[in-house]
Structure formats: C-alpha cells, structure tokens
C-alpha cells in the first residue's frame, strides 16, 4: 500500500506511480489454486514532470474443465473454461516531494464457456511520507466502476410455458436473464516504515487495512529485510482478523543488479491457502 519501489504496487495503490520516479517494466506468473494461472505484466514510463504512465494486462486461466451433466456425471466428451481479462491505464504524479497522486481505468471481462460480461473499474490512490526516509501513509479506492451482466449462447434455452398441457409447444426459444452485479469495491488505507539499521541493513515493516464491498474487514502484515539494496527476503500474513480465512503466512525474497544504468530483479514470493495449499509467483522486472 505504501510502496513506491515497483510499478506492480500500483494495483493496490495507483498513487505508487506518482511516486515511482522511474521507469519500470515487469511480468509476474502466479500458479494459483486448483491448476488456475495468473499472469500480469505492467510497463510504467516516467515522462518527466509529467508524472508516470503505466499500461497493465492480468489475464487469469482457469485451464480446460470437463464438461459433466446429471445424466453424464462422468464427462460428455466436451471441455470448457475460465478466463479474466484487465487491461489497465494509469497515471501517477509527484504532487510535493511527500506527496503522490495517481489513477487507474480498468477493462474488466470474465467469459464463463461461452457466456461473458465486461464492466469498466477506476482506482485511485495516494501516498503521503511525513519525512524523508520516514513514515509514509497510504489509501486507495479499488474497483469504482460500472455494472454488468453476463450473456451468451449459455443462455438460450428451450422454454415449455405449461408441462401439463399436451400438444403444446416444448421447444419455445427463451433467454434466461442474469442480474447486474458490480465489481467489489475495496477501500484500503496502510502504514509503512523503513528502519535504517546502518549502511548496509534496512529493515521495513507495513500494515494495510481493508474494508471491502463483499466481505468483511481484516489486516494485512508485511515485513522486508533489504541487503545492500541487492538480497531481500520478505515473510507477512494475510487477512488478520478475518473469521474462517483460509489464507494466512507468506514468504519470499528477491535479488538486485544494478549495471550499464538498469536495474534488474527476480523475485520469488509463496503463499499458504491453508487446507487448499501454497501458491508460487515469480517476477522478473528491469528499471531505468
């Protein structure tokens, strides 16, 4: 949430490529749950006075599934999937030396089969640092944005208006409707604070705050250990708080090279699901 060091922190806090002050470029494949993929890439180019400008695609897959009925619980024979689509722009300025803004519009679909929807979303975002190298706090709003509703051929059905009537027509053609819905709202708000222990060691700890739309409220933490700004290892928990939560400890680290004016990192981060098991991400990014 308070975050500036990567462009990827802008999908929790836009207000991050306000203070990004570089140009930065990465891509990130998480294998989640149940053989479900997620991959992201985010470009960020800082323009100067301008500000930052940041285009992101997320595509998540679920893979192909076995299509099954009640009279063919095994399989018909037929496959189908899963699949999100965002494609994000965004925008960030240095406001102050403490103070950063930025803003996200986001393409949101989902197809189901072959039944879809696509909504429109809007993050924004700041960050506020009360001295140099000192405390900063963070706050955005995620996912403000439009309704949808799904549609497809999945919908089309056969209609019978009266069963008990004989000879009537069985076969009439019919639409079933679904709801609008909107995506989940999330307001976050987080706290952050390097310790420069000496030269060499800084040791930053962060807690996030979540209220979102569709659940209840809970408590991220986080802690990184930097090492000559080339070796960190992280470790956090996720959704403090939060009754029945099936996530919980995360872990990971990365490395640093900076050479012939870039730098180049490689990280790698594992969740715990609980009962459902770990995730892996990997990221690999280069700035400038």
């Given at each position: 949430?308070?975050?500036?060091?990567?462009?990827?922190a802008?999908?929790?806090?836009?207000?991050?490529?306000?203070?990004?002050?570089?140009?930065?470029?990465?891509?990130?494949?998480?294998?989640?749950?149940?053989?479900?993929?997620?991959?992201?890439?985010?470009?960020?180019?800082?323009?100067?006075?301008?500000?930052?400008?940041?285009?992101?695609?997320?595509?998540?897959?679920?893979?192909?599934?076995?299509?099954?009925?009640?009279?063919?619980?095994?399989?018909t024979?037929?496959?189908?999937?899963?699949?999100?689509?965002?494609?994000?722009?965004?925008?960030?300025?240095?406001?102050?030396?403490?103070?950063?803004?930025?803003i996200?519009?986001?393409?949101?679909s989902?197809?189901?089969?072959h039944?879809?929807?696509?909504?429109?979303?809007?993050?924004?975002?700041?960050?506020?640092?009360?001295?140099p190298?000192g405390?900063?706090?963070?706050?955005?709003?995620?996912?403000?944005?439009?309704?949808?509703?799904?549609?497809?051929?999945?919908?089309?059905?056969?209609?019978?208006e009266?069963?008990?009537?004989?000879?009537?027509?069985?076969?009439?053609?019919?639409?079933?409707?679904?709801?609008?819905?909107?995506?989940?709202?999330?307001?976050?708000?987080?706290?952050?604070y390097?310790?420069?222990?000496?030269?060499?060691?800084?040791?930053?700890?962060?807690?996030?705050?979540?209220?979102?739309?569709?659940?209840?409220?809970?408590?991220?933490?986080?802690?990184?250990?930097?090492?000559?700004?080339?070796?960190?290892?992280?470790?956090?928990?996720?959704?403090?708080?939060?009754?029945?939560s099936?996530?919980?400890?995360?872990?990971?680290?990365?490395?640093?090279?900076?050479?012939?004016?870039?730098d180049?990192?490689?990280?790698?981060?594992?969740a715990?699901?609980?009962?459902?098991?770990?995730?892996?991400?990997?990221?690999?990014?280069?700035?400038?």
């Open positions: 949430m308070t975050s500036s060091a990567e462009a990827v802008a999908f929790y806090n836009p207000g991050a490529l306000g203070a990004l002050g570089k140009s930065d470029f990465q891509f990130t494949y998480n294998q989640w749950l149940a053989g479900i993929t997620v991959s992201n890439a985010i470009a960020a180019v800082h323009i100067g006075t301008i500000g930052t400008v940041a285009l992101a695609v997320t595509n998540l897959s679920s893979g192909d599934i076995p299509v099954t009925t009640v009279e063919q619980p095994l399989g024979g037929e496959q189908f999937n899963v699949s999100d689509l965002l494609i994000g722009l965004g925008w960030g300025m240095a406001v102050t030396d403490r103070f950063s803004f930025g996200q519009v986001n393409y949101v989902e197809r189901i089969w039944s879809s929807v696509a909504v429109l979303g809007v993050n924004i975002g700041t960050i506020y640092q009360l001295s190298d405390l900063r706090i963070g706050a955005s709003l995620i996912n403000f944005g439009t309704k949808g509703r799904f549609d497809g051929t999945d919908l089309r059905v056969s209609y019978n009266d069963p008990t009537r004989y000879g009537a027509n069985s076969t009439l053609p019919a639409t079933l409707n679904t709801d609008y819905f909107t995506l989940p709202i999330v307001f976050r708000v987080g706290l952050g390097p310790f420069v222990l000496d030269g060499a060691n800084t040791l930053t700890l962060a807690v996030d705050a979540l209220h979102p739309s569709d659940e209840a409220e809970s408590v991220d933490l986080g802690a990184e250990w930097a090492f000559q700004r080339v070796l960190f290892l992280r470790v956090g928990y996720q959704s403090l708080f939060l009754k029945d099936e996530v919980g400890l995360t872990a990971g680290g990365g490395v640093q090279w900076d050479g012939l004016g870039y180049l990192r490689l990280d790698y981060a594992w715990s699901f609980g009962r459902l098991g770990g995730v892996q991400r990997v990221t690999l990014a280069f700035a400038f």
